[in-house]
């Protein structure tokens, strides 16, 4: 990044959102469609954001893997108040709650975690108990999604449709005594989580949770 290019950016100081772990592109494009009904929003998975996208959009999502984690974790060292998701970092097992993920990958977002400036907000999956093991080492704010009763964006009552044209899953997020009801074309526990992503997110950035469970009806 140029020196003009640097001024521009750090006078429009758009939020930057970094989302990784297993299945973050489903999430990021849940997340990126949510956003998007109330921001400008930019998703990047390989090339960094140039002076167009910075005068364009005004969140970068950055699509956080082994391929690009030099390019965009300096984006974390830069930004004031960036958001940090992680997914889960191993397989999500539909017929349990809680499942172990891989200590490499939590490793990784760990050392992700321990860079993020103060006034940072980290995201991640109270069901994976990999994730939920860096909850006594995190220094910034920080929120968690599950179907777990403890995470803070919890999905209950979770109910499959498979009648014809309806088919899809019904459940309802539950989060700081608020219940909205979501309607998905999708079931996979996945497309749960994603969607929590995108309510646990929303959240930060001051969107309505009502509107939030609208919009995710339309995100599949």
């Known amino acids: 990044m140029d020196i003009f290019t640097k001024i521009?950016?750090?006078?429009?100081?758009?939020?930057?959102?970094?989302?990784?772990?297993?299945?973050?592109?489903?999430?990021?494009?849940?997340?990126?469609?949510?956003?998007?009904k109330y921001y400008k929003v930019g998703t990047f998975k390989i090339n960094e954001p140039n002076l167009k996208d910075i005068l364009k959009y005004n969140i970068f999502i950055f699509e956080y893997s082994p391929e690009n984690k030099d390019n965009f974790k300096k984006w974390l060292l830069i930004s004031k108040n960036p958001i940090l998701i992680a997914t889960n970092t191993g397989e999500i097992l539909s017929e349990k709650g809680f499942f172990q993920g891989d200590q490499t990958l939590s490793q990784k977002i760990k050392e992700l975690a321990?860079?993020?400036?103060?006034?940072?907000h980290l995201i991640l999956n109270y069901d994976d108990e990999s994730l939920r093991a860096l909850?006594?080492?995190?220094?910034?704010?920080?929120?968690?999604?599950?179907?777990?009763?403890?995470?803070?964006?919890?999905?209950s009552d979770i109910i499959a449709n498979k009648e014809n044209e309806t088919e899809g899953v019904n459940f309802k997020i539950n989060y700081n005594g608020k219940v909205v009801p979501v309607w998905i074309k999708k079931g996979?526990?996945?497309?749960?989580?994603?969607?929590?992503?995108?309510?646990?997110?929303?959240?930060?950035?001051?969107?309505?949770?009502?509107?939030?469970s609208n919009v995710l009806s339309e995100s599949f």
């Open 135 to 155: 909850i006594p080492h995190i220094k910034t704010e920080f929120s968690s999604f599950g179907v777990a009763a403890r995470a803070d964006f919890v999905a």
């Open 188 to 212: 996979e526990k996945e497309d749960i989580y994603a969607s929590l992503v995108g309510a646990a997110c929303g959240e930060v950035l001051g969107v309505n949770l009502v509107e939030i």
């Open 8 to 36: 521009i950016y750090f006078i429009k100081k758009p939020r930057i959102i970094l989302i990784t772990g297993q299945g973050y592109d489903k999430s990021s494009r849940v997340l990126s469609f949510v956003l998007g």
């Open 114 to 120: 321990d860079i993020l400036p103060l006034f940072s």
